[in-house]
Nanobody
Framework: HMIESGGGLVQAGGSLRLSCATS????????LAWFRQAPGKEREFVSC????????YYSDSVKDRFTVSRDNAKETVYLQMNSLKPEDTAVYYC??????????????????WGRGTQVTVSA
């Protein structure tokens, strides 16, 4: 069970922090990821973080602007998004999976998903 929050409308150059609260146990053993899907486009990988938080990966489009983190005690994963651009507009989803974190991940790597939160960046 995963629930995203923190989405909204922001001007270009602004920031948002997404949160994804989970339940169901064994949170600290999962790789967690963020994906996004813009209208008319396929769902794309944004970022992932391994169980320890020691390995983090980002897509080229968000590298150096977004930061993923996790709090295993709170069973929550975060995505800090800075310097937002209109092309970041999408529904953002968190996901969990029994998979090794790596630089490029597929949606098929993850078995648990949230319902998504809308992020809209105006020009």
């Amino acid at each position: 069970h995963m629930i995203e929050s923190g989405g909204g409308l922001v001007q270009a150059g602004g920031s948002l922090r997404l949160s994804c609260a989970t339940s169901g146990g064994m949170f600290d053993r999962y790789t967690l990821a963020w994906f996004r899907q813009a209208p008319g486009k396929e769902r794309e990988f944004v970022s992932c973080i391994d169980w320890s938080g020691g390995s983090r990966y980002y897509s080229d489009s968000v590298k150096d602007r977004f930061t993923v983190s996790r709090d295993n005690a709170k069973e929550t994963v975060y995505l800090q998004m800075n310097s937002l651009k209109p092309e970041d507009t999408a529904v953002y989803y968190c996901a969990a999976g029994w998979v090794m974190a790596r630089a490029t991940m597929s949606s098929t790597d993850f078995g648990s998903w949230g319902r998504g939160t809308q992020v809209t960046v105006s020009a």
